[in-house]
């Protein structure tokens, strides 16, 4: 037997950590890297962070996972913190943000079946892309090192240039339901959506009745300098996708929605077994708790914003 226990998937360095110091990672033998990565987005209070920690372990000795056949209270509080400072009415937790982005697509092809217009499934997408790794993900990009080999993709995607307002409006027809795009592209290149182009999706979709999904797993979360990149733009979207940050290390995403886009979705239309459990929370609402002062927005405070290509914010 030649292969690793480990599904040979990633190309793994010669890093080996087993402990971690805020900024920093301690490998095998006791030796320090200071972590750029961060967990790929996610560690935003760093390795170790006390709060942090000790949210997880008080939250963990109490009630660490039940159905979500049962009541609430803290994915009920925190729900409202993220309503409060955010376009949403309405949250949705996953354990990733791919998860984030999937309940996303089915809340919006929900929406056009609700409003008795099933054909409308059609999702239009932008070229060079990142969802996550599941097939409808992967189905709403055109990078081949995502989709070589898991052919046939899922049906009802169609990928258009990012940036190109003409190619996005040509796109559109009687099958269409929405848009979903990153505000500002993460391994697209760290490129951000202009101001003319996110501000015409939003026209886009207020004239044909569709929805913009926003993907802001990367690039929300206070990583621009506002809670979400979709502030600097003066929109809102009509659905969001958010990961990463939120528990500061702990598995956790949301799909956020307007009361509107949410309508379909139902008692029985979705679901996780997973999502939203106690432990989850509790590192969610230490995460953002800690993090007031990194971010502008109603719930954060203030902080510098980012720079939008073609505007003046």
């Known amino acids: 037997m030649t ?35 961060s967990g790929i987005a996610v560690n935003c209070l760093g390795h170790g962070h006390p709060a942090l920690v000790k949210a997880i372990s008080e939250q963990a000795a109490t009630l660490m996972h039940v159905s979500n056949l049962y009541g609430s209270p803290q994915g ?7 309503v409060d400072c955010s376009f949403a009415d309405t949250v949705f937790f996953t354990n990733s943000g791919a998860e984030a982005v999937e309940c996303a697509l089915k809340t919006a092809r929900r929406y056009h079946y609700a409003n008795g217009a099933p054909q409308r499934h059609k999702i239009i997408s932008f070229g060079n892309a990142f969802h996550g790794r599941t097939l409808g993900t992967i189905s709403a990009t055109n990078q081949p090192k995502m989709r070589d080999g898991f052919e046939p993709l899922l049906p009802g995607f169609e990928v258009v240039p ?10 559109i027809d009687e099958n269409t339901a929405g848009f979903l795009v990153e505000p500002i592209q993460g391994e697209g290149g760290i490129l951000p959506a202009t101001a003319e182009f996110l ?47 939120i528990g500061g290390g702990f598995p956790l995403g949301a799909c956020l ?57």
């Not at 797993?217 to 990463?244: F, H, L, N």
């Open 76 to 82: 009920e509080h925190f729900a409202q913190r993220l």
């Open 199 to 245: 501000g015409g999706l939003r026209q886009l979709c207020d004239e044909h009745g569709l929805l913009l999904i926003l993907d802001e797993v990367q690039c929300g979360y206070a990583r621009t300098g506002k809670m979400w990149a979709y502030e600097s733009y003066g929109i809102e979207p009509d659905i969001m996708a958010v990961a990463k940050g």
């Open 162 to 171: 990012f940036n190109d307002l003409a190619a996005a409006q040509a796109a």
């Open 3 to 37: 292969i690793t226990p480990l599904m040979p998937v990633y190309p793994r360095c010669g890093v080996r950590p087993v402990r971690g110091e805020g900024a920093y990672l301690i490998g095998e033998q006791g030796e320090r890297y200071l972590d750029f990565a």
């Open 257 to 313: 929605a307007t009361e509107e886009a949410a309508k379909g979705m139902v008692i029985g239309t979705h679901g996780s077994t997973y999502g939203g459990n106690p432990l989850a929370m509790a590192s969610a609402k230490r995460c953002s708790m800690s993090s007031r002062s990194r971010a502008s927005s109603k719930m954060f405070g203030q902080w510098a914003s980012v720079s939008v290509p073609g505007s003046n914010r």
